[in-house]
């Protein structure tokens, strides 16, 4: 199985800050990496898929990159509803696995 | 709207099995794949298998093989998961999601509201 390790694990910041999650594979997934944010009590929500790409209705503050085994998340300009737990995962190869999650909190 | 909407609480004893259901509607059932993942509480998301839009191939986490059957009805525009032999460890929040995307770069851009299952003697 494909290993999702993401870093930090949690974080705290402030509203108006830069926030950079990073999630690495323990092997090369190209670009077939998505982003999800889940608040307490949802499901989660899709905001990149294949690494870069913006999931249709999210904010412009949420980017993401990288290819091969690396990737980022940045959300510029933290905003109060952007407060949640953050995962990547890797659809490359079944089975479909998770990074462990990053909590974003004040 | 595109939405997947799925059964309800379900509370259970050890060594007993629990079958959640998804519907969908608001798109065309057929040509989609759909994902089960779950969550126990507190915890990270876990995958747990996979269907074609056909049906007649799955694919499942090594975690749960021989205990898991994913299966959907396209006359009811509902997708099945059910998990066999249950143990407290088996207590979470069950999601179903759809895949989007190419074949190279598939994403979960639909997800199910979530189904409560507790192991509970």
């Known amino acids: 199985d494909i290993q999702m390790t993401q870093s930090p694990s949690s974080l705290s910041a402030s509203v108006g800050d830069r926030v950079t999650i990073t999630c690495r594979a323990s092997?090369?997934?190209?670009?077939?990496l998505n982003w999800y944010q889940q608040i307490p009590g949802k499901a989660p929500k899709l905001l990149i898929y294949?690494?870069?790409i913006l999931q249709g209705g999210v904010p412009s503050r949420f980017s993401g990159s990288g290819s091969g085994t690396d990737f980022t998340l940045t959300i510029t300009s933290l905003q109060p509803e952007d407060f949640a737990t953050y995962y990547c995962?890797?659809?490359?190869?079944?089975?479909?696995?998770f990074g462990q999650g990053t909590k974003v909190e004040i | 709207q595109v939405l997947l909407v799925q059964s309800g609480t379900e509370v259970k004893k050890p060594g007993a099995s629990v079958k959640v259901s998804c519907k969908a509607s608001g798109f065309t059932f057929r040509n989609f794949y759909f994902h089960w993942v779950r969550q126990a509480p507190g915890q990270g998301l876990e995958w747990m298998g996979v269907?074609?839009?056909?049906?007649?191939?799955?694919t499942y986490a090594q975690n749960f093989q021989g205990r898991i059957t994913i299966s959907r009805d396209v006359s009811t525009a509902t997708v099945f998961m059910d998990l066999s032999s249950l143990t407290s460890e088996d207590t979470a929040t069950y999601y179903c999601?759809?895949?989007?995307?190419?074949?190279?770069?598939?994403?979960?851009?639909?997800w199910g509201q979530g189904t409560l299952v507790t192991v509970s003697s």
């Open positions: 999601a759809r895949e989007y995307g190419t074949a190279w770069a598939p994403s979960l851009d639909i």
């Open positions: 294949a690494s870069s």
């Open positions: 092997q090369t997934i190209t670009s077939s």
């Open positions: 995962q890797q659809t490359y190869r079944t089975p479909n696995t």
């Open positions: 269907t074609n839009p056909g049906g007649g191939i799955t």
